[in-house]
């Protein structure tokens, strides 16, 4: 039993051979194969992290766009409305100034008009009126008329009728 219990330097450098052989089959067959798939599972999430960084920074710049976009396009719209308000008061203007201008036109209009016919009246009022005068004046005289004396009757008598309808113009002005 001694031989047993022994030891013997051949069996521990066998041994040690042994163990040696075995750490490097266990590397080289168990070891290193885990190794090359922890560094490709370490680069496959290191690849889909940098993935989704990418992917967030792209989200954040079209968001900034998009609000970009956005404040413009209510600023555009803003400038759209001030601009057709502008365009409308603009317009409204033209028109109510169109309208007083047609409405005093057509006023002016009038009364030339009224005074067209006024003095149009006058003179037809002004020669029946001088005929009149001129009948009743030959039938007081108990003379014809001849057409010269009839004729200084009436410019006489229409300068008296002119100076009164001056008189009358001029007081109710």
């Given amino acids: 039993m001694e031989q047993m ?18 750490c490097l089959v266990v590397k080289f067959f168990l070891l290193k194969p885990i190794h090359n798939i922890w560094k ?27 609000e970009e976009q956005l404040s413009g396009a209510k600023e555009t719209s803003q400038q759209m409305v001030e601009q057709a308000k502008a365009d ?17 036109r057509m ?7 009224i005074d067209l016919e006024r003095e149009k009246s006058l ?22 008329a001849d057409e010269k004396h009839n004729q200084e009757l009436y410019n006489q008598f229409l300068a008296q009728a002119g100076d009164t309808l001056d008189e009358s113009d001029s007081n109710r002005s």
């Fill in 123 to 144: 003179r037809q009022a002004e020669g029946q009126i001088a005929a009149l005068a001129v009948d009743a004046a030959a039938k007081m005289m108990g003379q014809t």
């Fill in 107 to 113: 006023l002016d209009d009038a009364k030339k008009s």
């Fill in 40 to 66: 490709r599972r370490q680069d496959l999430i290191d690849g889909q992290l940098q993935n989704a960084s990418d992917t967030q920074a792209k989200a954040n710049e079209l968001k900034a766009q998009y």
């Fill in 88 to 104: 409308a008061k603009a317009e409204y203007d033209r028109i109510l100034q169109e309208a007083d201008e047609k409405a005093s």
């Fill in 5 to 22: 219990l022994s030891i013997d330097l051949w069996s521990i450098l066998a041994t040690i051979v042994n163990i040696l052989v075995l």
